[in-house]
Structures are given as structure tokens and as C-alpha cells.
């Protein structure tokens, strides 16, 4: 096999909570992540050396791909390396990503970057790669990576490389609604570290194990957005019209600013978007089903 094309779908976050900061600086975490159908493009193609990434970008409101760099800074980049390093492995590949996926919206963009770029590297190269290997490579890269290779429903606990997976929920239309606003992640974590963590009101894992008869919206839960809302009430306000316009639910993805609200009916989604889109010109908005394993 000389090229390949693959997908990297986007997640987020039904439920995230904060657990503590570790030693290392990491924060151990329990999230129940969900893959969606909004992708980034690559096309990976195999060279005698070398690495050469080439970045198309989506010139849709609000993606900020225009701070997507295409050089050995690029998450994409390291991950090629790395399986190249790794594996003792001489070759290279010519990696062509063409961006959908807003930039630093909480929605992984770069960390499904990597985990496609491992998938692909390991079919190009044959290497005998399992999943679970990938994985381990892929959590040197991000604690996000591992979940982007696996896809699907999952509880992610430790820092977010141990996963679980779970029910897939079922008959929700997920409309994603992205401010142009910058939200540095660590700056998120360091905030909450100063703060007295909520509780959930319900445990999204057991809805989803259907140990709890509950709607899957009562689970919704993100301790970040206290924080991220707070220094940018934008998103709280679209979290809020979102609801105000039909979403039975909706909540901050990961550190944000991305929000996401839930519907039960395709056409009221449908309007929602384009009220939305006309409402707030500078947003990226758009509707995507979960995407199941």
C-alpha cells in the first residue's frame, strides 16, 4: 500500500468531571466522551524519508484554522515521527490534512489529527500495530489521542487514557455551536484548581447503562464550564439560546469554548441551526449525529 485516506472525527463531552491534579501536573479525570460526525480530511502518502505535512484550511466562520501551522510543531507531525522513532522504522510519509474540525474549540481537532496519522502509518507500513498499541503511543502525544483511536462511546478515567466503553446513546441530533474565543486549556485547569468542584446531579455513566431510568440530559455535566463561562459569558448565553430554541439539553464541550445542544427532532435542530447561523455570523455552527463503534 503506497496512500491511504482516513477520517478523524471529532468528540465531545456528555460528562467531564475533575477528580484532582497529580504529581506530574496532569489532572486525573472521569469523562464520558462520544465520537461525533464532524471530521478533519488526511491523506497519507508513503515517501523513501522524511516528513512533509501540507494543511488545507476550512474557511468556515469561527474554525480559526488560520493558526494551524504546517511544520514539525503540529500534532500531526509529532505523531509521525514518533510512530516512525518508535518503530525503528526507515521510511517517511507525505501527510495532506484538510481541516473541518475548528481549531482549540475542546473538540480534540489535533489530537484525532494524530490518532488518524498512527491508524494510517501503521496500514501504509504494516507494521502489526494493535489498537492497543497505537494507543500507547498516542497518549505521549495527548491524553486525548487514545480515545480518537478508538472512537465510539467511552468512559475515560486516569487522564484520559483509560477507556471503557459503553452504550452508544441513541436518537439525538447534536447541534455544535463554536464562538470565536480564545480559551487557553491550561489556564482553565489552573482556574479550576482554585475552586470547590460541584457533583453532578446524575451519573451519565449509569444512564447510559441504563442503571439509572433517567434522560440521557440529566447526565450532562462539565465542571470546566463554571470556569470558562465565567471569563467568557458568551458561551453561557449560547449554551442558554440553545436550549431556548428547542435542545433538550446542552453543555460546554472539554475546557470549550464549543458549546453543543441535543435534540430528539432532526427538523428542530434544523431550524435551530439557522437561526443560529443568522444570529451569530461569526460562530461556526453545525449538526452532526453520534457516531457509534
Known amino acids: 500500500m503506497e496512500d491511504i485516506r482516513i477520517k478523524a472525527y471529532a468528540k465531545i463531552n456528555l460528562s467531564l468531571r475533575i477528580l ?53 510543531s503540529n500534532i500531526a507531525w509529532k505523531a509521525a515521527r514518533l510512530f516512525f522513532e518508535e518503530r525503528g522504522i526507515a521510511g517517511g510519509v507525505e501527510i495532506r490534512l484538510k481541516k473541518h474540525i475548528p481549531a482549540a474549540a475542546g473538540l480534540a481537532g489535533g489530537s484525532t489529527d494524530a490518532a488518524a496519522v498512527l491508524k494510517g502509518l501503521a496500514q501504509l507500513y504494516e507494521s502489526g500495530d494493535s489498537e492497543e498499541s497505537l494507543c500507547e503511543t498516542g497518549v505521549r502525544l495527548g491524553a486525548d489521542v487514545p480515545f480518537c483511536i478508538r472512537g465510539g462511546t467511552m468512559l475515560a478515567e486516569g487522564i484520559g487514557e ?14 455544535l455551536v463554536k464562538p470565536p474565543v480564545d480559551v487557553p ?42 470556569v470558562t463561562e465565567a471569563k467568557h459569558p458568551r458561551i453561557a448565553a449560547l449554551r442558554e439560546e440553545l436550549c431556548a430554541e428547542g435542545a433538550c439539553g446542552a453543555l460546554m464541550s472539554g475546557s470549550g469554548p464549543t458549546v453543543f445542544g441535543l435534540y430528539t427532532e432532526a427538523e428542530q435542530a434544523e431550524s435551530a441551526l439557522r437561526k443560529m447561523k443568522e444570529r451569530h455570523p461569526d460562530c461556526f455552527c453545525g449538526i452532526y449525529e453520534f457516531m457509534n463503534l
Not at 466503553?165 to 436518537?171: K, R, S, Y
Request: aromatic fraction near 6%.
Open 20 to 72: 484532582g491534579k497529580r504529581p506530574d501536573g496532569y489532572h486525573e479525570l472521569c469523562s464520558v466522551m462520544q465520537q461525533i460526525g464532524l471530521y478533519d480530511e488526511l491523506y497519507l502518502r508513503r515517501l523513501p524519508e522524511g516528513i512533509v505535512l501540507k494543511v488545507e484550511s476550512d474557511a468556515a466562520p469561527g474554525c480559526g484554522h488560520e493558526n494551524v501551522p504546517a511544520d514539525e
Open 185 to 226: 486549556t491550561g489556564e482553565v485547569y489552573r482556574a479550576f484548581d482554585a475552586l470547590a468542584p460541584l457533583c453532578p446531579e446524575a451519573d451519565m455513566v449509569r444512564i447510559l447503562k441504563a442503571e439509572e431510568q433517567r434522560p440521557l440530559t440529566d447526565g450532562l455535566y462539565n465542571d470546566l464550564a463554571a
Open 162 to 175: 483509560k477507556l471503557s466503553p459503553l452504550p452508544a446513546p441513541q436518537g439525538y441530533t447534536v447541534l
